[in-house]
């Protein structure tokens, strides 16, 4: 089955402690994405690769880093969570330009984090 | 760079009532658009695209949008809404041809009454 996944789906930590945010995806997408979702807010791109070893910061990087290298897995990690990282965030990944269903997001289920 | 506004934050209807979510974008060169859906406690899932031709759209579950490229619209329609249609949709634009960056709306959150 075509999926992204992410784990864990739910974290709750404290401030400080270092935490990676697994996601992977089975479809050979060229490009993957991190969203954070936050009430009134709507959502908010963290950071993008547009292939392995290509990362670039989207809106809210602050605080936050990634990796690609290997295509199909992207992880966030926070270095030094702290309260206002508090959110359910998305990894998202999109076939490569030129195809059919270019630009196509698909979403993984999301993992809700808790920082206190 | 483009940018999206959903004008309706919050909408709440009765079940058979018709819909219309407002989205529109800025950018000047040719867009791909597009309209997700998030069911409560879900992840975001594809409603519709359109990518190029007809400027009228069908969706899963009975949605419909309308490009209107003059007004810089893409809004969301459905004649009938159920229940089941509660969730929050997001309007989303990418350049055609360029960049994979997707610029999404702040979202609609839509409550459907029985």
């Known amino acids: 089955e075509a999926q992204v996944t992410q784990n864990p789906r739910y974290l709750i930590t404290v401030t400080g402690k270092k935490l990676t945010v697994t996601c992977s995806q089975n479809m050979n997408h060229e490009y993957m994405s991190w969203y954070r979702q936050d009430p009134g807010l709507g959502l908010r791109q963290i950071y993008y690769?547009?292939?392995?070893?290509v990362t670039d910061k989207g809106d809210v990087p602050e605080g936050y880093k990634v990796s690609r290298k290997e295509k199909r897995n992207f992880p966030l990690i926070l270095e030094s969570p702290s309260p206002n990282q508090t959110s359910l965030y998305f990894c998202?990944?999109?076939?490569?330009w030129g195809r059919g269903d270019s630009y196509e997001q698909y979403f993984g289920p999301g993992t809700r984090l808790t920082v206190t | 760079a483009q940018s999206v506004s959903q004008h309706n934050h919050h909408v709440i209807l009765s079940e058979a009532a018709s819909l219309e979510l407002g989205c529109n974008y800025s950018?000047?060169?040719?867009?791909?658009l597009f309209w997700y859906v998030q069911y409560p406690g879900q992840h975001l899932q594809l409603l519709l695209k359109y990518f190029s031709g007809d400027p009228l759209v069908k969706g899963i579950k009975g949605f419909e949008a309308e490009f209107i490229k003059s007004k810089f619209s893409f809004n969301l329609r459905k004649p009938s809404v159920q229940w089941s249609d509660t969730a929050e949709y997001f309007c989303?634009?990418?350049?055609?041809?360029?960049?994979?960056?997707?610029?999404f709306g702040r979202g609609t959150s839509l409550i459907v009454h029985p």
């Open positions: 950018y000047g060169g040719t867009v791909n």
């Open positions: 989303a634009v990418t350049a055609s041809g360029g960049s994979y960056i997707p610029t």
């Open positions: 690769s547009m292939n392995v070893e």
């Open positions: 998202a990944s999109s076939p490569p």
